[in-house]
């Protein structure tokens, strides 16, 4: 899915709960700052993005 990024914040959109949970499973490290629900059925996952 896309990552969208601004300045150190970017959201993942993931297309399942099951999308999700392996995404942030796979990130762990991550600083995540929350979740929001579209009205499409995607879990969108705001998180903090270190500086690369």
């Keep these: 899915m896309i990552n969208e990024i601004a300045g150190n914040v970017a959201v993942r ?8 949970n ?3 499973v796979e990130n ?3 600083e995540v ?3 929001k629900f579209s009205g499409v059925g995607q879990v969108l996952v705001v ?3 270190e500086d690369a």
């Design 47 to 49: 998180y903090r993005k």
């Design 22 to 24: 392996q995404w942030l």
């Design 33 to 35: 700052l929350d979740f």
């Design 13 to 20: 959109a993931c297309s399942s709960d099951e999308h999700m």
């Design 28 to 30: 762990g490290d991550v």
